[in-house]
């Protein structure tokens, strides 16, 4: 069955530092995969897609990630953290046939920025 | 732009009651979706709608009825509210149902059961 792992439930960074947000997923095939921002009190922002291509997505505010079939991960970068991107990210996979609408999501992982 | 409006943000009943929370979006996009969000649990999928009518299930049903009476609505409704639940429910749309595109969300409704 398909699951992602969000190994680390709290990361924090220093302003200015670079960040990687780690996701694994498990799925037989080479799945679609996206990574999410939820700032508090709000929904799910799509911060990028990944479609079977380049496996380097760039998405919004200087996110891109990296989709690896060889170590199934699909890992989010960002160089330079500035302190409004401290929220909860989240990984999703979803399958390549019918059960499309089966998006599974990670447990997100929550972003600390210090000054 | 579209937008996925839920109503209401906040939602406080009491234990046994029967609550309804409602969500409209205006992408007319085909496919709606709820998802529960627990702390620390992610998101899990309530109920899912291909089309107007239409109604499938997800991993937790078990308590919860909807309704797609219109494309651009889909309703859940608590059937008894548990003591001391809390969580947060969220909407979703997307385009179709097996064209795999991310579904977009709305900001959420945030329940509290006394």
């Known amino acids: 069955a398909q699951s992602v792992t969000q190994p680390d439930a709290r990361v924090t960074v220093s302003e200015g530092a670079s960040l990687q947000l780690r996701c694994k997923y498990s799925?037989?095939?080479?799945?679609?995969l996206f990574w999410y921002v939820q700032y508090p009190r709000q929904g799910l922002q799509l911060l990028l897609k990944?479609?079977?291509?380049?496996?380097v997505v760039q998405g919004v505010n200087g996110f891109e990630a990296e989709f690896s079939k060889s170590n199934s991960s699909f890992h989010l970068r960002k160089a330079s953290v500035h302190w409004s991107d401290w929220a909860v990210y989240f990984c999703?996979?979803?399958?390549?046939?019918?059960?499309?609408?089966?998006?599974?999501f990670g447990k997100g992982t929550h972003l600390h920025v210090l000054p | 732009g579209g937008i996925i409006t839920q109503t209401p943000k906040f939602l406080i009943g009491q234990e046994g009651q029967k609550l309804t929370l409602k969500c409209q979006q205006n992408?007319?996009?085909?496919?709606m979706y709820w998802y529960r969000q627990d702390s620390g649990k992610g998101l899990r999928l309530i109920y899912y709608?291909?089309?107007?009518?239409?109604?499938q299930k997800g991993d937790l049903s078990e308590g919860y009825d909807a309704s797609r009476e219109k494309k651009s609505s889909f309703s859940l409704t608590v059937t008894s509210a548990q003591k001391n639940e809390m969580a947060v429910f969220l909407c979703?749309?997307?385009?179709?149902?097996?064209?795999?595109?991310?579904?977009?969300f709305g900001e959420g409704t945030r329940l509290s059961v006394l």
């Open positions: 990944y479609y079977p291509g380049d496996p």
């Open positions: 992408f007319n996009h085909d496919t």
């Open positions: 979703a749309s997307s385009i179709a149902y097996n064209n795999n595109q991310a579904p977009l």
């Open positions: 799925y037989f095939g080479t799945p679609y």
């Open positions: 709608s291909i089309t107007e009518n239409d109604l």
């Open positions: 999703a996979v979803s399958p390549h046939d019918t059960n499309a609408y089966k998006v599974i």
